[in-house]
């Protein structure tokens, strides 16, 4: 049986992935930019002449009909590629200003689509740990502990945090942060979103902030920081990617009920001393 159907809508081909093992790089046909929402470059397309599927004793056949408006005007083809992350030079990077050896791990896991494979960790004695996957990567500094009991990301951008988006530390910039960290994973292959939200933390207020529960749920001010200094003014950024105008999510995507700024592809935060934080 064969019907005609009339294509007016517009195709997306999109494939998205999270600072993970593996993360999305925009690609077109020819090297060409991909399209934003805004501003679609087409493609010559070749559209199927027909449609045909075969599931068990039924089959479907269709033709495929594509007016000359809608072929010119609102179709186009985009095209991705997953970026890698290089997991003994991101190892360098991180550790390169440290003078204590990290030593390695490996663990045998299961990720999160069911496939076995290896977690390495690398930690230092101070307790600097990287974690690597082929599907998620994260590193954790000392300093971070203490970040996370100042400092809580709202649920939405709109949402007041406490700390200021638009404040800079002087001599530290919020775009020198963010070439330190785009310099780190550009040599260990990813392309660092330029879309982002960042909240400066000066440690003054974070000292300030800083609470800690023990395991009944009393304050503990023995697990607190106590020489919180300038070296621990901390940018925290949080990255979204796009591909042709959608947003694109880590590998847990599927598993996400909610748009959240947790749920970020990529998270890092940058003190004036060095890396303190990436996901």
Same mark, same amino acid.
């Given at each position: ?155 939405? #951008? =709109?949402?007041? $945090?406490?700390?200021?988006?638009? @404040?800079?530390? %002087? !001599? ?7 070439? /330190? ?21 000066? #440690? =003054?207020?974070? $000292?300030?902030?800083?609470?800690? @529960?023990?395991? %009944? !749920? ?7 920081? /106590? ?25 847990? $995507? ?7 700024? %947790? ?17």
């Amino acid at each position: 049986m064969k019907k005609k159907i009339l294509f007016g809508s517009l195709l997306f081909l999109c494939l998205c992935a999270g600072c993970s093992g593996e993360k999305v790089e925009k690609q077109s046909g020819e090297q060409k930019k991909a399209p934003n929402d805004r501003q679609a470059q087409l493609w010559e397309y070749e559209f199927p002449k027909e449609y045909v599927k075969q599931t068990g004793n039924t089959s479907f056949e269709t033709e495929i009909v594509v007016d000359n408006q809608s072929g010119k005007n609102i179709f186009f083809q985009g095209s991705a590629t997953l970026q890698k992350i290089n997991p003994e030079i991101l190892k360098e990077e991180i550790f390169k200003e440290t003078s204590q050896a990290a030593e390695e791990h490996t663990i045998n896991s299961t990720n999160y689509i069911g496939e076995e494979e290896e977690l390495k960790i690398w930690q230092t004695p101070s307790g600097e740990t990287l974690y690597y996957s082929s599907v998620n990567t994260s590193y954790t500094s000392p300093l971070f502990m203490h970040i996370n009991q100042a400092f809580t990301l709202p649920e939405t #951008a =709109a949402e007041d $945090a406490g700390y200021s988006t638009t @404040e800079e530390f %002087e !001599g530290f910039t919020r775009d020198h942060a963010y070439q /330190k960290l785009a310099e780190i994973l550009e040599k260990s292959g990813i392309h660092l979103p330029k879309e982002y939200i960042c909240y400066t933390l000066p #440690a =003054a207020l974070m $000292a300030e902030r800083e609470y800690v @529960e023990d395991m %009944e !749920g009393n304050e503990d001010v023995s697990g607190k920081k /106590k020489d919180w200094d300038s070296g621990d003014d901390t940018y925290y950024f949080v990255f979204q990617s796009r591909y042709c105008g959608l947003p694109s999510y880590h590998p847990f $995507a599927y598993q996400i009920t909610k748009d959240s700024l %947790e749920n970020s592809p990529v998270q890092a935060a940058v003190a004036r001393d060095g890396l303190a934080y990436l996901s």
